[in-house]
Protein backbone atom coordinates (compact mmCIF):
# COMPACT_ATOMS: atom_id res chain seq x y z
CA UNK A 1 0.00 0.00 0.00
CA UNK A 2 2.11 3.19 -0.92
CA UNK A 3 -0.77 5.67 0.59
CA UNK A 4 -1.84 9.07 -0.99
CA UNK A 5 0.58 10.69 -3.62
CA UNK A 6 -1.11 13.88 -2.75
CA UNK A 7 -1.05 16.23 0.24
CA UNK A 8 -4.06 17.87 0.48
CA UNK A 9 -4.24 19.79 3.59
CA UNK A 10 -5.02 23.77 2.53
CA UNK A 11 -7.24 22.43 -0.38
CA UNK A 12 -10.62 23.38 -0.50
CA UNK A 13 -13.69 20.76 0.23
CA UNK A 14 -14.09 20.42 -3.65
CA UNK A 15 -10.50 19.16 -4.01
CA UNK A 16 -10.17 17.42 -0.83
CA UNK A 17 -13.61 15.50 -1.84
CA UNK A 18 -11.90 13.99 -5.06
CA UNK A 19 -8.34 13.25 -3.70
CA UNK A 20 -8.49 13.26 0.61
CA UNK A 21 -7.86 9.48 1.88
CA UNK A 22 -6.81 7.71 -1.49
CA UNK A 23 -5.21 4.74 -0.33
CA UNK A 24 -3.37 3.92 -4.01
CA UNK A 25 -1.84 -0.05 -4.29
CA UNK A 26 1.17 -1.11 -5.80
CA UNK A 27 -0.66 -1.15 -8.78
CA UNK A 28 -1.05 2.34 -9.08
CA UNK A 29 -4.60 2.72 -10.17
CA UNK A 30 -6.38 6.08 -10.73
CA UNK A 31 -9.58 4.82 -9.33
CA UNK A 32 -9.97 4.25 -5.62
CA UNK A 33 -9.44 0.39 -5.15
CA UNK A 34 -12.44 -1.72 -4.06
CA UNK A 35 -10.91 -4.18 -1.10
CA UNK A 36 -13.54 -6.85 -0.87
CA UNK A 37 -11.79 -9.08 1.71
CA UNK A 38 -12.41 -10.08 4.95
CA UNK A 39 -9.33 -10.35 6.33
CA UNK A 40 -5.58 -10.09 6.10
CA UNK A 41 -2.09 -12.19 5.94
CA UNK A 42 0.89 -11.39 7.93
CA UNK A 43 4.36 -12.30 6.52
CA UNK A 44 4.80 -14.16 10.11
CA UNK A 45 3.48 -14.80 13.35
CA UNK A 46 5.49 -11.97 14.91
CA UNK A 47 3.90 -9.65 12.48
CA UNK A 48 0.21 -10.89 13.51
CA UNK A 49 1.21 -11.14 16.98
CA UNK A 50 3.01 -7.11 16.70
CA UNK A 51 -0.06 -5.81 14.79
CA UNK A 52 -3.05 -7.79 16.87
CA UNK A 53 -0.91 -5.87 20.15
CA UNK A 54 -1.69 -2.51 18.11
CA UNK A 55 2.67 -2.72 17.65
CA UNK A 56 2.58 -2.53 14.30
CA UNK A 57 0.29 -0.48 11.88
CA UNK A 58 -1.65 -2.90 9.10
CA UNK A 59 -4.88 -4.05 9.10
CA UNK A 60 -6.61 -7.00 11.15
CA UNK A 61 -9.97 -7.93 10.02
CA UNK A 62 -12.80 -6.05 8.12
CA UNK A 63 -15.06 -5.85 11.10
CA UNK A 64 -12.43 -3.61 12.59
CA UNK A 65 -10.97 -1.78 9.74
CA UNK A 66 -10.91 -1.98 5.56
CA UNK A 67 -8.58 0.43 3.76
CA UNK A 68 -12.13 1.17 1.17
CA UNK A 69 -13.59 1.94 4.38
CA UNK A 70 -10.59 3.98 5.19
CA UNK A 71 -10.75 5.82 2.70
CA UNK A 72 -14.04 7.06 3.03
CA UNK A 73 -13.92 7.39 6.45
CA UNK A 74 -10.66 10.07 5.54
CA UNK A 75 -12.44 12.05 3.18
CA UNK A 76 -15.34 12.85 5.18
CA UNK A 77 -12.71 13.85 7.94
CA UNK A 78 -11.50 16.25 5.81
CA UNK A 79 -15.34 17.40 4.63
CA UNK A 80 -16.56 17.65 8.15
CA UNK A 81 -13.05 19.06 9.88
CA UNK A 82 -13.68 16.40 12.10
CA UNK A 83 -10.33 14.34 13.55
CA UNK A 84 -11.70 11.10 13.20
CA UNK A 85 -14.85 8.98 11.77
CA UNK A 86 -16.35 5.77 11.56
CA UNK A 87 -18.09 4.40 8.54
CA UNK A 88 -21.18 2.11 9.50
CA UNK A 89 -23.97 -0.39 8.05
CA UNK A 90 -26.36 2.41 7.81
CA UNK A 91 -27.25 5.98 9.19
CA UNK A 92 -28.99 4.32 12.12
CA UNK A 93 -26.56 2.05 12.90
CA UNK A 94 -24.36 5.65 13.40
CA UNK A 95 -26.96 6.92 15.24
CA UNK A 96 -27.28 3.89 17.90
CA UNK A 97 -23.92 3.54 17.89
CA UNK A 98 -23.00 7.19 18.90
CA UNK A 99 -25.12 6.94 21.54
CA UNK A 100 -24.51 3.17 23.23
CA UNK A 101 -21.02 3.33 23.09
CA UNK A 102 -20.69 5.81 25.30
CA UNK A 103 -24.02 5.68 27.74
CA UNK A 104 -25.04 3.37 30.70
CA UNK A 105 -27.59 2.67 32.70
CA UNK A 106 -28.66 5.50 34.91
CA UNK A 107 -27.68 8.21 32.05
CA UNK A 108 -30.57 10.82 30.60
CA UNK A 109 -30.92 12.18 27.36
CA UNK A 110 -32.26 14.89 25.85
CA UNK A 111 -33.60 14.70 22.75
CA UNK A 112 -35.45 16.85 20.25
CA UNK A 113 -39.04 15.69 19.96
CA UNK A 114 -38.98 15.96 16.00
CA UNK A 115 -36.89 13.11 14.52
CA UNK A 116 -36.27 10.66 12.09
CA UNK A 117 -38.76 7.96 13.20
CA UNK A 118 -36.02 5.55 13.99
CA UNK A 119 -33.88 7.97 15.54
CA UNK A 120 -37.23 8.38 17.75
CA UNK A 121 -37.54 4.99 18.21
CA UNK A 122 -33.79 4.42 19.73
CA UNK A 123 -34.07 7.30 22.03
CA UNK A 124 -37.70 6.81 23.51
CA UNK A 125 -37.85 2.81 23.47
CA UNK A 126 -34.32 1.38 23.07
CA UNK A 127 -32.73 3.19 25.75
CA UNK A 128 -35.16 2.82 28.74
CA UNK A 129 -35.09 -0.86 27.88
CA UNK A 130 -31.74 -0.12 29.31
CA UNK A 131 -32.23 1.99 32.23
CA UNK A 132 -30.97 5.32 30.48
CA UNK A 133 -33.93 7.50 30.62
CA UNK A 134 -34.97 10.33 27.85
CA UNK A 135 -36.51 13.64 27.32
CA UNK A 136 -38.36 15.04 24.37
CA UNK A 137 -38.37 19.06 24.03
CA UNK A 138 -39.33 21.22 21.19
CA UNK A 139 -36.09 21.73 19.78
CA UNK A 140 -36.55 25.14 18.78
CA UNK A 141 -36.76 26.30 22.84
CA UNK A 142 -33.68 26.99 23.83
CA UNK A 143 -35.74 26.98 27.94
CA UNK A 144 -36.68 23.60 27.50
CA UNK A 145 -33.33 22.05 26.44
CA UNK A 146 -32.37 24.07 30.01
CA UNK A 147 -35.21 22.84 32.12
CA UNK A 148 -34.74 18.74 30.88
CA UNK A 149 -31.05 18.45 32.50
CA UNK A 150 -31.09 16.44 35.44
CA UNK A 151 -27.28 15.48 37.30
CA UNK A 152 -26.99 12.69 34.94
CA UNK A 153 -27.56 14.40 31.60
CA UNK A 154 -25.01 13.05 29.64
CA UNK A 155 -26.10 13.62 25.67
CA UNK A 156 -28.26 15.96 23.43
CA UNK A 157 -29.14 14.24 20.40
CA UNK A 158 -31.43 15.97 17.43
CA UNK A 159 -31.34 17.00 13.72
CA UNK A 160 -31.86 20.06 12.35
CA UNK A 161 -33.73 21.10 9.78
CA UNK A 162 -35.89 18.32 11.43
CA UNK A 163 -38.02 15.52 9.56
CA UNK A 164 -40.19 16.25 7.79
CA UNK A 165 -41.51 19.74 8.29
CA UNK A 166 -38.32 21.38 8.65
CA UNK A 167 -37.82 23.16 11.81
CA UNK A 168 -34.55 24.64 13.30
CA UNK A 169 -32.34 24.27 16.01
CA UNK A 170 -30.50 26.48 16.79
CA UNK A 171 -27.04 24.19 17.24
CA UNK A 172 -24.51 26.87 18.77
CA UNK A 173 -27.20 27.40 21.73
CA UNK A 174 -28.10 24.20 22.63
CA UNK A 175 -24.27 22.86 22.11
CA UNK A 176 -23.56 25.62 24.98
CA UNK A 177 -26.31 24.37 27.18
CA UNK A 178 -24.82 20.96 26.57
CA UNK A 179 -21.54 22.21 27.21
CA UNK A 180 -22.48 23.76 30.68
CA UNK A 181 -23.74 20.66 32.48
CA UNK A 182 -20.80 17.96 30.44
CA UNK A 183 -23.33 16.81 28.40
CA UNK A 184 -22.12 15.41 24.30
CA UNK A 185 -23.96 17.01 21.75
CA UNK A 186 -24.69 14.72 19.08
CA UNK A 187 -26.56 16.27 16.00
CA UNK A 188 -28.21 14.22 12.72
CA UNK A 189 -26.99 16.58 10.02
CA UNK A 190 -28.32 14.48 6.88
CA UNK A 191 -31.58 17.10 6.29
CA UNK A 192 -28.80 19.72 6.00
CA UNK A 193 -26.03 18.03 3.89
CA UNK A 194 -22.40 18.25 5.18
CA UNK A 195 -22.09 20.77 2.76
CA UNK A 196 -24.76 23.04 4.42
CA UNK A 197 -24.39 22.90 7.68
CA UNK A 198 -21.14 22.60 10.29
CA UNK A 199 -22.11 21.62 13.26
CA UNK A 200 -19.10 20.97 14.65
CA UNK A 201 -17.76 24.71 14.15
CA UNK A 202 -20.90 25.72 15.99
CA UNK A 203 -20.11 23.57 19.31
CA UNK A 204 -21.11 19.94 18.49
CA UNK A 205 -19.40 16.87 19.54
CA UNK A 206 -20.27 14.14 17.19
CA UNK A 207 -21.88 15.06 14.04
CA UNK A 208 -23.48 11.74 12.19
CA UNK A 209 -24.77 11.03 8.78
CA UNK A 210 -26.71 8.67 6.72
CA UNK A 211 -25.07 8.52 3.78
CA UNK A 212 -27.51 6.38 2.16
CA UNK A 213 -28.87 10.00 1.47
CA UNK A 214 -27.30 12.67 -0.17
CA UNK A 215 -24.03 11.10 0.35
CA UNK A 216 -24.33 8.18 -2.15
CA UNK A 217 -27.14 10.42 -3.39
CA UNK A 218 -28.07 8.28 -6.25
CA UNK A 219 -30.15 5.27 -4.22
CA UNK A 220 -27.49 2.86 -4.53
CA UNK A 221 -26.37 1.42 -0.92
CA UNK A 222 -27.25 2.11 2.77
CA UNK A 223 -24.38 3.49 5.06
CA UNK A 224 -23.56 5.66 7.79
CA UNK A 225 -20.74 7.79 9.40
CA UNK A 226 -19.88 9.14 13.31
CA UNK A 227 -17.06 11.70 12.95
CA UNK A 228 -15.95 13.68 16.06
CA UNK A 229 -12.77 14.00 18.42
CA UNK A 230 -10.10 10.88 18.11
CA UNK A 231 -10.29 10.06 21.49
CA UNK A 232 -14.34 9.50 21.54
CA UNK A 233 -13.78 7.71 17.72
CA UNK A 234 -10.90 5.70 18.29
CA UNK A 235 -11.75 4.75 21.49
CA UNK A 236 -14.51 4.66 22.89
CA UNK A 237 -16.78 4.15 19.44
CA UNK A 238 -14.28 1.98 17.98
CA UNK A 239 -14.42 -0.47 20.30
CA UNK A 240 -18.26 -0.69 20.29
CA UNK A 241 -18.24 -1.03 16.69
CA UNK A 242 -15.50 -3.86 16.65
CA UNK A 243 -17.06 -5.79 19.07
CA UNK A 244 -20.88 -5.28 18.10
CA UNK A 245 -20.04 -5.71 14.34
CA UNK A 246 -22.39 -2.90 12.13
CA UNK A 247 -19.74 -2.75 9.87
CA UNK A 248 -19.92 -0.85 6.41
CA UNK A 249 -19.47 -2.98 3.98
CA UNK A 250 -16.39 -2.25 1.53
CA UNK A 251 -18.15 -2.18 -1.83
CA UNK A 252 -20.66 0.57 -0.06
CA UNK A 253 -17.98 2.63 1.34
CA UNK A 254 -16.80 2.54 -2.49
CA UNK A 255 -19.87 3.67 -3.55
CA UNK A 256 -20.33 6.53 -1.00
CA UNK A 257 -16.43 7.88 -1.84
CA UNK A 258 -16.98 8.06 -5.35
CA UNK A 259 -20.67 9.98 -4.15
CA UNK A 260 -18.26 12.20 -2.79
CA UNK A 261 -16.18 13.45 -5.34
CA UNK A 262 -19.64 15.10 -7.05
CA UNK A 263 -21.16 16.07 -3.50
CA UNK A 264 -20.80 19.39 -3.92
CA UNK A 265 -22.17 19.73 -7.37
CA UNK A 266 -24.91 17.96 -6.65
CA UNK A 267 -25.83 19.39 -3.21
CA UNK A 268 -25.55 22.62 -5.16
CA UNK A 269 -28.29 21.70 -7.81
CA UNK A 270 -30.37 19.98 -5.04
CA UNK A 271 -30.75 22.98 -3.05
CA UNK A 272 -30.93 25.83 -5.59
CA UNK A 273 -33.91 23.64 -7.53
CA UNK A 274 -35.26 23.59 -4.07
CA UNK A 275 -35.36 26.96 -3.47
CA UNK A 276 -36.82 27.63 -6.59
CA UNK A 277 -39.63 25.42 -6.07
CA UNK A 278 -40.21 26.44 -3.06
CA UNK A 279 -40.71 30.06 -3.86
CA UNK A 280 -43.17 28.57 -6.94
CA UNK A 281 -45.40 26.49 -4.13
CA UNK A 282 -45.45 29.11 -1.95
CA UNK A 283 -47.08 30.94 -5.07
CA UNK A 284 -49.52 28.11 -5.76
CA UNK A 285 -53.09 29.23 -4.88
CA UNK A 286 -53.57 25.12 -4.00
CA UNK A 287 -50.60 25.03 -1.40
CA UNK A 288 -51.33 26.70 1.87
CA UNK A 289 -48.24 26.65 3.58
CA UNK A 290 -44.88 25.97 2.54
CA UNK A 291 -42.15 24.98 5.37
CA UNK A 292 -38.44 25.97 3.84
CA UNK A 293 -35.57 27.26 6.02
CA UNK A 294 -34.20 29.50 3.21
CA UNK A 295 -37.51 31.63 2.88
CA UNK A 296 -37.79 34.63 5.15
CA UNK A 297 -41.47 33.45 6.25
CA UNK A 298 -39.92 29.92 7.88
CA UNK A 299 -40.47 30.98 11.50
CA UNK A 300 -36.56 30.00 12.21
CA UNK A 301 -35.08 32.29 9.24
CA UNK A 302 -33.04 33.87 11.87
CA UNK A 303 -31.29 30.32 12.85
CA UNK A 304 -30.94 29.14 9.04
CA UNK A 305 -29.34 32.54 8.45
CA UNK A 306 -26.85 32.06 10.86
CA UNK A 307 -25.70 28.28 10.68
CA UNK A 308 -26.85 26.83 7.31
CA UNK A 309 -25.26 27.84 4.12
CA UNK A 310 -28.29 27.32 1.71
CA UNK A 311 -31.69 26.51 2.77
CA UNK A 312 -31.48 22.86 2.16
CA UNK A 313 -32.66 19.99 -0.42
CA UNK A 314 -36.24 19.32 1.07
CA UNK A 315 -39.19 20.76 1.03
CA UNK A 316 -42.43 20.67 3.18
CA UNK A 317 -46.03 21.69 2.25
CA UNK A 318 -49.54 21.35 2.84
CA UNK A 319 -51.86 20.71 0.01
CA UNK A 320 -55.57 21.76 -0.26
CA UNK A 321 -57.33 20.46 3.35
CA UNK A 322 -57.24 17.22 3.26
CA UNK A 323 -55.57 13.47 3.07
CA UNK A 324 -57.67 12.87 -0.32
CA UNK A 325 -56.32 16.30 -1.86
CA UNK A 326 -52.94 14.99 -0.79
CA UNK A 327 -53.41 11.64 -1.87
CA UNK A 328 -54.88 12.60 -5.34
CA UNK A 329 -51.79 14.94 -5.69
CA UNK A 330 -48.95 12.34 -4.94
CA UNK A 331 -51.07 9.96 -7.09
CA UNK A 332 -50.84 12.73 -9.64
CA UNK A 333 -47.38 13.25 -9.68
CA UNK A 334 -45.41 11.87 -13.07
CA UNK A 335 -41.52 13.15 -12.25
CA UNK A 336 -41.41 12.73 -8.73
CA UNK A 337 -42.08 8.94 -7.13
CA UNK A 338 -43.86 8.07 -4.01
CA UNK A 339 -40.97 7.19 -1.53
CA UNK A 340 -40.20 7.97 1.76
CA UNK A 341 -36.36 7.75 0.90
CA UNK A 342 -34.68 11.39 0.31
CA UNK A 343 -30.97 12.61 -1.14
CA UNK A 344 -31.72 10.51 -4.73
CA UNK A 345 -30.89 12.20 -7.84
CA UNK A 346 -34.66 11.19 -8.73
CA UNK A 347 -37.36 13.31 -7.24
CA UNK A 348 -39.00 11.82 -4.44
CA UNK A 349 -42.45 13.20 -2.81
CA UNK A 350 -43.90 11.41 0.86
CA UNK A 351 -47.30 11.60 3.06
CA UNK A 352 -45.57 11.48 6.39
CA UNK A 353 -48.83 11.54 8.05
CA UNK A 354 -49.56 7.97 6.87
CA UNK A 355 -45.84 6.37 6.60
CA UNK A 356 -43.24 7.98 8.22
CA UNK A 357 -45.21 9.18 11.29
CA UNK A 358 -48.03 6.59 10.89
CA UNK A 359 -47.36 4.78 14.14
CA UNK A 360 -47.91 8.77 16.20
CA UNK A 361 -51.53 9.95 17.76
CA UNK A 362 -53.07 12.27 14.88
CA UNK A 363 -52.10 14.95 18.54
CA UNK A 364 -49.41 14.51 18.75
CA UNK A 365 -48.45 14.63 14.83
CA UNK A 366 -50.55 17.89 15.00
CA UNK A 367 -48.25 19.44 17.43
CA UNK A 368 -45.26 18.41 15.53
CA UNK A 369 -47.26 20.38 12.61
CA UNK A 370 -47.88 17.35 10.17
CA UNK A 371 -50.95 17.01 9.18
CA UNK A 372 -53.31 14.94 6.63
CA UNK A 373 -52.28 17.61 3.49
CA UNK A 374 -48.60 17.36 4.85
CA UNK A 375 -46.40 16.35 1.59
CA UNK A 376 -42.55 16.46 2.19
CA UNK A 377 -40.50 16.68 -1.02
CA UNK A 378 -37.09 15.61 -1.80
CA UNK A 379 -35.73 17.39 -4.69
CA UNK A 380 -33.52 15.64 -6.84
CA UNK A 381 -31.52 16.10 -10.33
CA UNK A 382 -33.87 16.98 -12.71
CA UNK A 383 -34.79 20.24 -14.66
CA UNK A 384 -36.16 22.43 -12.12
CA UNK A 385 -38.17 23.74 -14.64
CA UNK A 386 -39.97 20.31 -15.51
CA UNK A 387 -40.05 19.75 -11.84
CA UNK A 388 -42.25 22.59 -11.02
CA UNK A 389 -44.14 22.00 -14.37
CA UNK A 390 -45.27 18.64 -12.66
CA UNK A 391 -45.94 19.76 -9.06
CA UNK A 392 -48.58 22.56 -11.10
CA UNK A 393 -50.01 19.75 -13.33
CA UNK A 394 -50.78 17.53 -10.02
CA UNK A 395 -51.80 20.49 -7.93
CA UNK A 396 -54.30 21.10 -10.66
CA UNK A 397 -55.86 17.51 -10.06
CA UNK A 398 -56.16 17.89 -6.14
CA UNK A 399 -57.25 21.63 -5.47
C1 LIG B 1 -32.37 8.22 6.62
C2 LIG B 1 -32.09 8.89 7.91
C3 LIG B 1 -31.58 8.15 8.98
C4 LIG B 1 -31.35 6.66 8.91
O1 LIG B 1 -30.43 6.31 7.93
P1 LIG B 1 -30.40 4.86 7.22
O2 LIG B 1 -29.22 4.96 6.33
O3 LIG B 1 -31.70 4.73 6.50
O4 LIG B 1 -30.25 3.86 8.31
C5 LIG B 1 -31.33 8.83 10.17
N1 LIG B 1 -31.57 10.14 10.29
C6 LIG B 1 -32.06 10.89 9.26
C7 LIG B 1 -32.32 12.34 9.47
C8 LIG B 1 -32.33 10.28 8.04
O5 LIG B 1 -32.83 11.01 7.03
Known amino acids: MAGNDKKTEGWRPATQLVHEGTLRSQFGETSEAIFLNSGYVYENAEEAEARFKGEADGYVYSRYANPTVSMFERRMCALEGAEAARGTASGMAAVAASMLCHLKAGDHVVAGRALFGSCLYIVEDLLPRYGITSTLVDGGDLGAWEAAVTPNTKAFFFETPTNPVLELVDIEAVARVAKSCGALTIVDNVFATPLGQRPMALGADIVVYSATKHIDGQGRCLGGVVLGPQDFIDETLHTFLKHTGPS ?152
Open 248 to 399: LSPFNAWVLLKGLETLPLRVARHCESAARIADFLADRPGVTRVHYPGRADHPQHAIAKKQMAFGGPLVAFEVGKTKADAFTFLNALQIFSISNNLGDAKSLATHPATTTHQRLTPETRADLGIFDNTIRISVGLEDAGDLEADLDQALAKAT
